[in-house]
């Protein structure tokens, strides 16, 4: 079964500082990972996708992501967080495999991150 | 072009009565899901489809139904309300599962 952990339930970062938010992954064959954000009160917006090629990939808002096999991670990070950062963030993973009961995404339990003035 | 809609965005059941979350998208996407939002729990899928005609059950089916007659609209039953399904349902959309998913605004739900 695939899986997702995000070790990290809060992370709190100064304005300005650079942002890491950690994801880990378990999932048979190649991952296809994905970052979203979700706002208060609102559904989640996509950030960023890793389906193959560069393990650095760049999303929206000045974000990006490192995808490391031999860790089977894929850290979020941002060089200069803003105060409108702040939200819920979440790694998901589904398996390159094609077939019944493999179009499945799994997303981790999330990660609040409050960026302080 | 109105992307992912969901109704009704709020809805108290008692426990034991039915009711059917509505989920349409009009940007002729394949896969369609459900998710649910507890605190602590994340998303937990329950029902997908990737396409007309065809769905299948995700992590937590149990007490959930689905079907997909058409590739815009993609209802979610609830067959006997229980407490425990009290939470927030999220329904999403995208091309095909390994791409990026629009999600709904959700359906916040208190089952008593």
Redesign the interface.
């Known amino acids: 079964a695939q899986s997702v952990a995000q070790p990290e339930d809060q992370v709190n970062v100064a304005e300005g500082n650079p942002l890491t938010v950690k994801c880990t992954y378990s999932v048979s064959g190649n991952p296809y990972l994905f970052w979203y954000v979700q706002y208060p009160n609102r559904g989640l917006q996509f950030l960023l996708k890793y389906i193959t090629g560069d393990n650095l990939v760049k999303g929206s808002y000045g974000f990006e992501a490192e995808f490391n096999k031999s860790q089977t991670s894929f850290h979020l990070k941002k060089p200069s967080a803003l105060v409108s950062d702040s939200a819920l963030y979440f790694c998901a993973v589904r398996s390159s495999y094609s077939g019944a009961g493999s179009y499945q995404l799994t997303f981790g339990k999330g990660t609040k991150l409050s960026v302080i003035p | 072009n109105a992307g992912?809609t969901q109704t009704p965005k709020f809805q108290v059941l008692k426990t034991g009565q039915s009711m059917t979350l509505q989920c349409a998208q009009d940007m002729n996407h394949e896969?369609m899901?459900w998710?649910r939002q507890d605190p602590?729990?994340?998303?937990?899928?329950i029902h997908?489809s990737?396409g007309a005609g065809i769905t299948?059950q995700?992590?937590v089916p149990n007490g959930y139904n689905v079907s997909r007659s058409t590739t815009e609209d993609f209802p979610l039953r609830l067959l006997s309300a229980a407490p425990s399904q009290t939470s927030v349902y999220?329904c999403?959309s995208s091309r095909d599962?390994?791409y990026?998913?629009?999600?709904?605004?959700?359906t916040r739900l208190t089952v008593t």
């Open positions: 992912v896969y899901s998710y602590g729990m994340g998303l937990r899928l997908y990737v299948d995700g992590e999220f999403a599962s390994y990026e998913q629009y999600f709904g605004p959700g």
